[in-house]
């Protein structure tokens, strides 16, 4: 299972909250993982200069089809900032049609508990996706 392991972009002053995101993507069929894994890659590395930006993490499990992410940041505007600037934008435009099923957990921390742990995350989304909530 190919991981990105948690690398910090910036580090918040520790009195501070952090946003965090973490998703669960499924493509369609194993002909379109190389694409999708591909242009993870170029999302992952404009992350590495997103303003508000503290880290990230991402987990493939290509057999499985399926792409783990994890952040934090800032705040909530410093994530749909990210979002909406190329080349995440047009990214995630282009992969729509190969997507079977997505998941997205939000939820703030204390900056001094970044990095956020990966069990923690998949809990989290577990329950997002049992709730709808």
């Known amino acids: 299972m190919p991981t990105l392991r948690w690398t910090t972009v910036s580090t918040p002053a ?4 952090a946003f965090v ?19 993870s890659l170029a999302a ?23 792409f783990w992410t994890l952040s934090a940041w800032e705040d909530e ?7 909406k600037t190329e080349p995440h934008k047009s990214i995630m435009k282009g992969l729509r049609p ?8 939000f939820w703030q921390v204390p900056a001094a508990e970044l990095p956020i742990d990966w069990t923690d995350a ?12």
Do not use: C, N
């Not at 669960?24 to 894994?37: G, I």
């Not at 880290?55 to 290509?62: Q, R």
């Not at 505007?77 to 979002?83: G, K, N, Q, V």
């Open 44 to 66: 992952w590395k404009q992350v590495s200069g997103a303003p508000g930006a503290y880290g990230a993490s991402l987990i493939a499990e290509p057999l499985k089809r399926t």
């Open 21 to 39: 995101m973490a998703s669960r993507l499924e493509v369609r069929s194993l002909k379109d993982v190389p694409r999708f894994f591909l242009k």
């Open 98 to 105: 190969t997507m079977k099923d997505s998941v997205f957990t």
């Open 14 to 17: 520790p009195d501070t909250e």
């Open 77 to 83: 505007a410093a994530l749909h900032t990210y979002a």
């Open 122 to 133: 998949r809990r989290r989304l577990a329950e997002q996706e049992r709730t709808g909530a």
